[in-house]
């Protein structure tokens, strides 16, 4: 009860430091991005794998308006999990970077640079007043001089890179599932699949139709190409993910 | 109790997340979104319906004051439910964003882009402070490239792309009656009957003279069109939809 | 006492939603509106009547002094009830509209035009913080292409349209006397008569001299007209409404 | 105890409404206003009478310094009751557009314009954030086009235009008292005695020296006028309201 | 203990008024004054005496750095009590409107008109937000038109024409003095004696060296001129205000 | 519990003085700076070495990415500890007043200058209202006409010259450390070592691969230079810190 | 308790008054002044002394890394003591109106008019909202129209002239210890033994090597100088205040 209260009294205020020098606000962010179904991403020699849970809310709701990876220029794709509204500003703010990147220097801009701007906003929002931090995490892939790169934004403004990484609902054991099965000599086919089954893990090993959005970029074509239905269930086929029978789970969308 | 007093905390902040992740500010205004008489979108390949219940207040009331359903360009219609004076204030932003459009790029705006625009405009409110955020959500519908487009706003400023929707009172309810009784090749003029017969589902089966608000975006003609009091009488007939005998409760309109 | 403790956890801040979707700062304007004495106006196809009650306060006060009646435009009047002050600067907002209309595109501005934007001036007031919402309700009526209009605008910033309506004290009762007495064929006159007796019927129905304000926007002359005293008082007679002996109470005006 | 308790949570923000409609801070400035030395306002055919109580404080302190009364413009003056020093910030406003209205149009300004400035001027101090009310009342009393006018201003920023009027200390006593003995048709002359009279008769039915300061605005002459000692000395005789013997109590200025 | 509590509720608010109609950071910052040693200003026919107690702090500080007495103009002194950070801020802008007044319009500001913009500044300070008021009260002496005028100002902004004030500590016994004490026909000298023992009267009719600084602002001249110590000296013995022995105690200065 | 309550009072302001003289908010960002692995600097005539502690945490996160060590200029290096994305916002900040230097002058900017530019910046968020201190400390180490500085900055902005210095977790007893072993006669070799047997002194004398980052600024050739992992391992092993078996434990990042 | 609640109540609004009119956030940064080591002033007809009392922290943090001492202008010095980042401001803010000076005038700064500007700038802190007032005094020292000056600034934005002063710990047994012992007649080198005896008064009569800065603004070169170590152990041996045996405690530095 004490240190209940006590923590009341920090984390009320967005730009305020608790006596043992945490921002409750922050982590109460990240909680916000732990709401949203997963998002996964996985490095390959051949390409980045952007793959996002999207579990089918009503039957009536446009699987394509549920939008979790976002193209953010030709050579990057953007995953994020959390709240979308917020991810909608980060990923507009993200294109806008790369526009002004092709406008000002004349060529692509790079993964790294891309993603510290896009912390170095975030960042703001966590010490400036007047805004609340964004309650969205990112992951930022795409091609940088030929090398595949991969990299995780979280509330905080920090960024991380990855060979494999998974943001949104059940980190702990997307992750865990990840670091078993990830190896440095994989496929950008065998990426996809890891994705896929990693996904699956937290839904007894089943993914149903329209259940995830996958996107490459791969690093011969330097292109972001989202897999069209078919493509993908045939990634489900072969990586043994079809759903027995049951189907009809309706999910409320996080918000 | 307890969690009660906790959750007092976190909800009077406007752009503060509480500990698990949540923007009451935002739910509340959800609730707001509840407490409007309910508006319904159907898509059908021939086009957008939209229907709007406004249940008779005061018989000296001008039906048509009680605006539910707009013209935001010659070929979108959006419908609101929620706080009356906030809808107008988006309905306004969406037609300014049309004009805009057309003036800058000399072509109607696309439905997903008005959306998009719309959104963003409502998330800015939920995250900076000094303001509210909108309590109201919106159904745009219109045509783009000769395919009918139906989309819904919440306060959170999340767009999602529907086949039938419904917003505002009752949408747990009138969304299981849509799922029951929408199909893929539906006409116009039974996209309109479906919306009528979710409309009186939760209303005893009948909807009263001047009871509802209905207009269409027809794929062919790409043109908003109100229907008169007539044809809707007609539909309402079609549909055998009447009202038996009393017909005077008096609501008060939701703020 | 849980629920009031509650409650005043939300009606504090301007701009803030309750848990269940409610401003309550609008809805304490709306008090403010109840506190102001009662304002009427009846639609009739001749014109419009707008009349409000302003029993006498001091004998020293000018009657004239106490505005409730106010011109817009030579075809628009205003009527008022609730914070004096506040409804002098909406009004003074709608003739500045008024005049800008008219500069702007040589022509008279129209009923419905008008209304809007003072209730957008309205709604801004409830959303942005900064400033307490408006605590007057107003009737806008006029003549519009040759018809007669009649709008009521309510702190939340909505406008409805009617067919006669009662803004101020005792609503409940004086909408009621006007849904028993309106008909849609009402002359003008017969219009003036229904507002004087539904003010009177508030207070034993009779009507002390000076008691009320009558304006007329006539169809056929599309002009606003205030009644002098001898005018009033023959209504007054005609509807048998003289006070019969006791005339003296005075009233502390509402603020 | 309770209901104490529940009216401190709305008087402490400046624009916010009660639960029943009320404005506290504005109520409160209004309490400002009582603690001031009495005003008033009498209007004769043949012009206005301002008068101020101005009871002695210290015998070192300049009677004139006590300025209750002031010339706005050539036609205008204006006596003020509560708050001495945001008296003076309305005053220098009222002289500012005084004199604007003469250089823009050439002509002085009308009474009931001149008001009416000064109350939108009012009002916005308790609508928008920032800054409280004006803890005063003023009298603006002219003459317009050859007629004399006499007006209030409270604290809400409401205009009143009245025969004779008092604000300040006593208002209850003192505006029964003008009742009685106001008469339409008096004489400058008798409206001078009117108001030292109605002064007096809150003090035993004495003026000490220098107790009051009286001005007038002649209808024939529009010109506003302090009266000299002498004068007023005259006028006290005349209406026998010499002070009998002790005339040596020294009261702390309201602030 | 229930007064006291409801007392703090308006109490700390900068610009919100008690339910009584008062502004309790004014009558704080009163408080302030108090604290400080008294000034004292005396008027005579010959000019204006400004004398202020400033009693020794520490042997070490040079006594010239207490200033309590100021030259605004040629023809103007200022003295101060009170927060003495607070009076070099009013000081300085008096200089500056002091200046300004003989660049526009190349002559020597009036007494009246200086106080009246220096009280203006204060009042701005206890209305609007964002600022705590003025916790010093100020003398403004001078010559105008060959007049010698004397005002003082206080923490609301008020001006206030004297004969012979006091501010600072002690006020009640010191103005009593004065009042006992002051005649209309004092010359220059007896002015300066008649504030020496006003300051002397509340320390044992004692005036330790150093203990005083005094300034006259003569009629004849219209020169500000500052008392050397010899001079204070020689008037200290003509009015038998030495001190007898002990002349040590160290006070604190008041902040 | 009395002083507890108390504390809660004045550490919840950004800006304020407790009673006895502390700013919490400062004192709670130093804590954020413990919360972060730590850093070292040490300075010997040949250089200076600047080591950062990142002990591993995901076997899949690239342990590049978890930067603490970085370039502001040629000749100067940065080490963070505490807030990473606060770290950021001051290294670019120090990146872009190097670059201003060198255009400005034409010459590389000191390493005092540019810690003092950092430190004022810091400051300011210390004292002007709307955002939280810098959770971050930074070493700064570079050469300066031939001379290696090594300066650190705390949240308060306040800059210290050292030796040899420890920022973040167990800054206590690191300094220790280094108290003990430092030798002004280092070579820039052997503080390298310095600097790693420091780190592995809290971690069982061992450290991991990949479990540090080291960078040095030579004297002889005034350049920023980070060492790659082959040369780390050879001072590991030649200071005796291999990890003998386990390997694997995964630490959350400070945030 | 009372007491204690109440105080509470007013000491956390930055800029409010209490009711004893005291501002309580000035009197705590008062208390951060005294947080910090000492410095003295001490002013001979040959010119000012400067010294500051840095007694040793860490055997490895570089001893003129603990500024509390400098030079602000060619003939100014400026010594502080308090919150070190606090300080560093206003003696920029002093240098930059020093140079302003020299640009503007042609010439050196005077020390009461630096002075002034500087407490100006302080006092701006104390008045207004939106920051915390600065938690450092100074000691402003320099030679003007070649007469030696010394003066103090406290955290209300104060200016006092001294001939010997203390700030920061310790000020009542330092002030008491400067009071007996200082003489007009000093010498420059006595002035310099009179403020290191007097710092080591508070340590046993002992000053360690590195724990004093010492400068002086001579009258003759009007220039500031800091005195070398050698020159200050010459000094130190010769008033006998070399330290006995124990050397090593390590404090704190106050922030």
Redesign the interface.
């Known amino acids: 009860m004490q240190g ?1 209260a ?1 923590q ?28 949203g179904t997963a998002s996964i991403g996985v490095r390959t020699p051949e390409g980045v794998v952007l793959a996002a849970d999207k579990r089918s809310r ?5 699987p ?3 939008e979790k990876i976002h193209k953010s220029d030709d050579h990057i794709g953007i995953a994020s999990a ?5 991810a ?2 980060l990923i ?1 703010f993200a294109r806008r970077q790369s526009q002004v990147n092709r406008l000002r220097y004349g060529e692509p801009i790079g993964i790294e640079t891309l993603t ?1 701007e896009v ?2 906003h ?2 703001q ?11 969205v995490a990112l992951l930022i892939g795409g091609i940088e001089n030929g090398t595949p790169r991969l ?1 995780e934004t ?1 509330p ?10 998974s943001i949104g609902a059940d980190r702990g054991d997307l ?1 865990g599932f ?2 078993e099965n ?1 190896r440095d000599d994989l496929t950008l086919d065998e990426g996809i699949g890891l994705a896929l089954r990693a996904i699956a893990s937290t839904n007894d090993d089943e993914i149903e139709e329209g259940g995830v959005d996958v996107a490459t970029i791969s690093a011969e074509t330097e292109a972001f190409v989202e897999l069209d239905n078919d493509e993908i269930s045939d990634y489900i086929a072969e990586n043994e993910l079809e759903p027995s029978e049951e189907d009809d789970e309706t999910d409320e ?1 996080a ?1």
């Not at 929002?125 to 309650?135: L, S």
């Not at 905080?156 to 990484?165: C, F, H, L, N, R």
């Open positions: 209940q006590q009341q009294a920090y984390d009320r205020g967005i730009t305020i430091f608790s006596p043992d020098g945490r921002l409750y606000q922050v982590e109460y962010a990240r909680e916000a991005v732990k709401r009503s039957p009536l709701m446009e394509t308006s549920v959390g709240h979308v509204a917020d909608r500003q507009d510290k912390t170095d975030i960042q929002y966590t010490q400036v007043g007047g805004a609340r931090p964004f309650g990299y979280d905080s403004g920090t960024p991380y890179e990855w060979k494999a990484v992750q990840l670091e990830y969308p918000e």
